[in-house]
């Protein structure tokens, strides 16, 4: 990560205490969901099944190499729209979410964040391509669950509505009364940041490698991190003058 300069600083400060309602990806900023499962592994097996029903040919060779196993449902999508097969493949693309889910490793200083954020009056949500059955899987097996409920929301049987589409930010705009403005999401992808530009909600860039970060800002992101931990900081620092004045719940 390159350093931020003073005006990135300021511009980071405004983004988090501006924001009453946090809108998260799941897979990176929360968690490594593919950490012992990897993500090109089960790309693979994705299109592992689909030879051995004789349609990988609905996939260009890149896609057939691809390492995202979005990437292949996304194709799948586009050939087939609405298919048996696109909801059978979903369906499988869950069911190894659902196993990573088992061995994915919590991101430094997230769990200590969203516990912060929810102790300062902030409303939290999911916004994530990961299936929501996954996202709350994982949240409740660290505890956050009551810091996002009812507020996860994920991949449904309409693929149209992955991100970038922002459907998933506005669902979570809509269900909390947020306006986009006061809002902010915090995303690890390009199609994240494009999917809040869309929505109208500021925008804050986790990227931990420096390709991340190349990828984020040639998307148009302005303000990234590297870690968790200044936003912490910045908060626990809101926290304790909160508690002093007893303004923390």
Same mark, same amino acid.
């Not at 059955?133 to 009551?146: F, G």
């Given at each position: 990560?390159t350093a931020?300069t003073?005006?990135?600083t300021?511009?980071?400060?405004?983004?988090i205490?501006?924001?009453r309602?946090?809108?998260?990806?799941?897979? #990176?900023?929360?968690?490594?969901l593919?950490?012992?499962?990897?993500s090109? @592994?089960?790309?693979?097996?994705l299109?592992?099944?689909?030879?051995?029903?004789?349609?990988? #040919?609905l996939? %260009?060779d890149?896609e057939?190499q691809?390492?995202?196993p979005?990437a292949?449902? @996304?194709a799948?999508?586009r050939?087939c729209?609405?298919?048996d097969?696109?909801?059978?493949?979903? *369906?499988?693309?869950t069911q190894e979410e659902?196993r990573?889910? *088992?061995?994915?490793?919590? %991101?430094?200083?997230a769990?200590?964040l969203?516990?912060?954020?929810?102790?300062?009056?902030?409303?939290? *949500?999911v %916004?994530?391509?990961?299936?929501?059955l996954?996202?709350?899987?994982?949240?409740?097996?660290?505890?956050?669950?009551?810091?996002?409920?009812?507020?996860?929301y994920?991949?449904?049987?309409?693929?149209?509505?992955l991100?970038?589409?922002?459907?998933?930010?506005n669902r979570a705009?809509?269900?909390t #009364?947020a %306006?986009?403005a006061r809002?902010l999401?915090i995303?690890d992808?390009p199609s994240?940041?494009?999917?809040?530009?869309r929505a109208g909600?500021?925008?804050?860039?986790? *990227?931990?490698?420096?390709?991340?970060e @190349?990828?984020?800002?040639?998307? #148009?992101?302005?303000?990234?991190?590297?870690?968790?931990?200044?936003i912490?900081?910045?908060?626990s620092?809101?926290?304790?003058?909160?508690?002093?004045?007893? @303004?923390?719940?």
């Amino acid at each position: 990560m390159t350093a931020r300069t003073g005006d990135e600083t300021e511009e980071l400060w405004n983004l988090i205490t501006r924001a009453r309602v946090v809108l998260w990806d799941f897979d #990176g900023p929360i968690c490594r969901l593919f950490a012992g499962h990897t993500s090109d @592994r089960v790309a693979a097996e994705l299109v592992r099944w689909l030879k051995g029903r004789g349609m990988h #040919g609905l996939l %260009t060779d890149s896609e057939r190499q691809s390492p995202d196993p979005h990437a292949v449902l @996304r194709a799948v999508d586009r050939q087939c729209p609405g298919s048996d097969l696109v909801r059978e493949l979903e *369906a499988r693309l869950t069911q190894e979410e659902m196993r990573a889910a *088992a061995s994915a490793r919590p %991101t430094p200083y997230a769990d200590p964040l969203i516990r912060t954020w929810t102790a300062l009056g902030s409303r939290l *949500a999911v %916004t994530t391509n990961n299936s929501p059955l996954v996202a709350r899987t994982y949240l409740d097996r660290r505890d956050l669950t009551s810091c996002f409920s009812p507020h996860v929301y994920g991949r449904t049987q309409d693929l149209r509505h992955l991100k970038p589409d922002p459907y998933c930010l506005n669902r979570a705009l809509n269900a909390t #009364g947020a %306006t986009p403005a006061r809002a902010l999401m915090i995303g690890d992808t390009p199609s994240d940041h494009q999917a809040a530009r869309r929505a109208g909600v500021p925008f804050l860039g986790y *990227a931990r490698t420096a390709r991340k970060e @190349r990828l984020l800002r040639e998307a #148009g992101a302005t303000v990234i991190v590297g870690s968790l931990e200044p936003i912490l900081r910045i908060l626990s620092a809101r926290r304790r003058s909160a508690e002093r004045t007893g @303004r923390v719940r």
